[in-house]
């Protein structure tokens, strides 16, 4: 019975999107259907949990934070995540679908691979991988059945993330460990920690697997391989497959250390040592030996060996022991009759036997050709190890930008790809450095003018210019920047200028002369005063330049005009007899006007109310606390006189 015929998913409309058309397979943790993207009209791969796990707020929470992660990985072996979303009761991941089929049924169809097949199959795994961990991200379940085999020869490595998803759900709760066991890490079996070294041990079983056909430990229990794992040393090919490539078991030994300080780094950091290992590897990897079932025997594991030696020396028995034509080439030719016949043949034989090997070597001296390979996409160090196999004098061309390639991928081959040159030819990688990105330059405390053209040289754009004031910056210079000074931004970005106004001319109008010369030089300013006479209170400024509001920079001259100081016969209109206080002839009542001064401008203010002063506010240098009063303090004055207040 076809199972998809029983579905409910298929036939289905997901998240109004996704055609379901078939499923595809179904595993522990969801079930991956082959669906049409009805909005961009393209197959792709839906995995739709299962939804035991769906159920789980914690698990999907995480699932989501993992899927946008994955999603941000551009590598050519890894599976492409194009969305992630939940229609009712369904969690579902929409993939790039891979046509082909998994490790785990290649090594279920052919058994065990030869050496140089085995790598050629983890080279790009461990490519995939590399790139994952250099963005941060940790697989935690590599294994056969995680990486796909396309129908066009690609490698591509799935479910990134999925393993530390289910880490959150509350399935795992009560000690259970998450993974497939053949493949876990030490760590990962005794405290559940996973780092770029487990993907690493893991990569190092799957390749003892792929080389012997089956993995490392065997056992009737889960827990008792997990025991294996921690307390056992992980045996190297050769242990079980006698003739196995040394250099393979020293791979498998560094990558499948217990001590996870003892592996490589990263997948990167194998990834190199996989590919100078196939390029040490002999170009015949020889027939596929059986392998032995049973224990594996675990045993030391070797260190570092010497490459194998390139030329073999062939050892060829004795003439006398040959029997056969071989005998009859080998044994001296008896005597011919008829010499001057025999003579004549084997003259002529040896023209033609001359002739037939120099046109030989003619033949073969001759130049063969070869056609440039697809390199673009594939990691630097891949592609120099493809291209030297294929015949091409290798040269890594100086790395350049680029917007969309991962840095260290190949962006072009010269010559490019398809084209037919003679074999040792020179091809030129040029790598990714990754996007260009320029660091904002310096240009606080520029003039806007220079500050453009520092931007301008490093590549960068002026957007808005706006102005604050600043007591500190003098006017008209860079006070800062957006983005901040320092940070890397992709080159062609739009930067804004903030300008210092400086500060505000203060309103000094109407002021005392004492007190606006105390006002100005407290607030950094530099007064000058001229008198004139005909004004109707003394040595009030009744003018000034620069005009209130203006711009200034602290430290600068304001020039003012007073009324003249020197008139003893002036007075407030409302002083009598030399300030005698009480009641005047006309009934008026005299108060004693308080001192305010630095106190809040508000409390200033609700004081003079309360004696019934009017009180008008003006602003100064506006800092709040009243820094001139007219009339001054200790005067004395009618009720309901007005007092000009300046903060």
Same mark, same amino acid.
């Given at each position: 019975m076809d199972t998809t015929l029983t579905d409910p998913l298929v036939g289905k409309l997901l998240d109004g999107r996704y055609r379901v058309e078939s499923r595809i397979a179904r595993g522990g943790m969801a079930t991956v259907y082959l669906a049409l993207d009805v909005r961009l009209d393209r197959t792709v791969a839906v995995k739709v949990m299962h939804r035991s796990l769906a159920e789980d707020p914690a698990f999907v929470r995480r699932f989501i934070g993992e899927a946008k992660s994955v999603a941000s990985l551009s590598h050519p072996n890894v599976v492409h995540v194009f969305d992630q979303g939940t229609d009712g009761d369904n969690v579902y991941l929409s993939m790039e679908y891979v046509p082909g089929r998994t490790l785990r049924d290649v090594l279920r169809s052919r058994g065990r691979l030869? %050496? /140089?097949?085995?790598?050629?199959?983890?080279?790009?795994? @461990?490519?995939? +991988?590399?790139?994952?961990? &250099?963005?941060?991200?940790?697989?935690?379940?590599?294994?056969?059945?995680?990486?796909?085999?396309?129908?066009?020869?690609?490698?591509?490595?799935?479910?990134?993330?999925?393993?530390?998803?289910?880490?959150?759900?509350?399935?795992?709760?009560t000690g259970v460990m998450i993974g497939t066991i053949g493949y876990m890490s030490p760590e990962q079996v005794t405290s559940g920690a996973a780092? %770029? /070294?487990?993907?690493?041990?893991?990569?190092?079983?799957? @390749?003892?697997? +792929?080389?012997?056909?089956? &993995?490392?430990?065997?056992?009737?229990?889960?827990?008792s391989v997990a025991y294996r794992h921690v307390h056992d040393t992980v045996p190297v090919p050769s242990s079980l497959l006698p003739g196995s490539p040394p250099l393979l078991d020293t791979l498998v030994a560094q990558a499948t250390a217990r001590d996870p300080a003892m592996r490589p780094a990263d997948a990167t950091a194998l990834l190199v040592a996989a590919v100078e290992a196939h390029?040490?590897?002999?170009?015949?990897?020889?027939?596929v030996p059986s392998v032995p079932t049973g224990p594996v025997p675990s045993g030391p594991v070797p260190g570092p060996v010497a490459p194998p030696a390139a030329n073999h020396t062939l050892i060829q028995p004795r003439g006398d022991l040959l029997t056969g034509p071989?005998?009859?080439l080998a044994r001296p030719a008896p005597k011919a009759s008829g010499g001057f016949k025999a003579k004549?043949?084997?003259?002529?034989?040896?023209?033609?036997?001359?002739?037939?090997?120099?046109?030989?070597?003619?033949?073969?001296?001759?130049?063969?050709?070869?056609?440039?390979?697809?390199?673009?996409g594939t990691n630097i160090k891949v592609a120099e190890e493809k291209a030297r196999q294929s015949g091409f004098v290798v040269e890594i061309g100086k790395a350049e930008n680029d917007e969309k390639a991962p840095k260290g991928t190949v962006i072009r081959t010269e010559p490019v790809e398809g084209t037919e040159v003679e074999e040792k030819s020179k091809l030129v990688l040029v790598a990714s450095d990754g996007p260009k990105r320029v660091a904002v330059p310096n240009v606080v405390g520029l003039s806007e003018p220079?500050?453009?053209?520092?931007?301008?040289?490093?590549?960068?754009v002026v957007d808005e210019v706006n102005k604050q004031r600043s007591e500190t910056v003098p006017r008209g210079q860079v006070m800062r920047t957006v983005p901040a000074v320092?940070?890397?931004?992709?080159?062609?970005?739009?930067?804004?200028?903030?300008?210092?106004?400086?500060?505000?001319?203060?309103?000094?109008?109407?002021?005392?002369?004492?007190?606006?010369?105390?006002?100005?030089?407290?607030?950094?300013?530099?007064?000058?005063?001229?008198?004139?006479?005909?004004?109707?209170?003394?040595?009030?400024?009744?003018?000034?330049?620069?005009?209130?509001?203006?711009?200034?920079?602290?430290?600068a001259v304001i020039r003012m005009t007073l009324s003249q100081c020197n008139n003893g016969g002036w007075h407030w209109p409302w002083e009598i007899n030399n300030g005698v206080t009480g009641e005047n002839p006309g009934g008026q009542t005299f108060l004693v006007i308080p001192n305010v001064m630095y106190k809040d401008v508000k409390a200033a203010r609700q004081e003079l109310s309360a004696l019934g002063m009017k009180v008008r506010v003006r602003k100064g240098l506006g800092r709040g606390r009243v820094l001139a009063q007219r009339p001054p303090g200790g005067q004395q004055a009618p009720a309901g006189t007005e007092v000009t207040l300046w903060h």
């Open positions: 030869p %050496a /140089r097949e085995a790598l050629e199959v983890m080279i790009p795994v @461990l490519a995939a +991988l590399g790139s994952a961990h &250099q963005a941060g991200l940790i697989h935690r379940d590599v294994k056969p059945e995680n990486v796909l085999l396309a129908d066009d020869g690609r490698v591509k490595v799935v479910d990134f993330g999925l393993a530390r998803a289910i880490e959150a759900t509350n399935q795992t709760r780092d %770029a /070294r487990s993907d690493v041990y893991a990569a190092g079983i799957m @390749l003892f697997e +792929l080389v012997t056909g089956r &993995q490392p430990y065997e056992g009737e229990t889960p827990m390029r040490m590897l002999p170009k015949d990897s020889g027939p071989a005998a009859d004549w043949f084997m003259a002529v034989l040896a023209v033609v036997m001359v002739v037939a090997v120099g046109v030989t070597g003619w033949l073969f001296s001759q130049d063969t050709t070869i056609m440039v390979p697809r390199l673009v220079e500050a453009r053209t520092k931007l301008a040289e490093a590549g960068l320092g940070n890397r931004v992709k080159e062609g970005s739009k930067v804004s200028l903030m300008l210092s106004a400086g500060l505000l001319a203060p309103d000094v109008k109407g002021m005392p002369r004492d007190q606006a010369d105390a006002f100005l030089r407290g607030a950094g300013f530099i007064p000058e005063f001229v008198e004139q006479t005909d004004a109707a209170q003394p040595c009030t400024v009744i003018a000034q330049d620069p005009q209130p509001n203006a711009e200034i920079d602290k430290g």
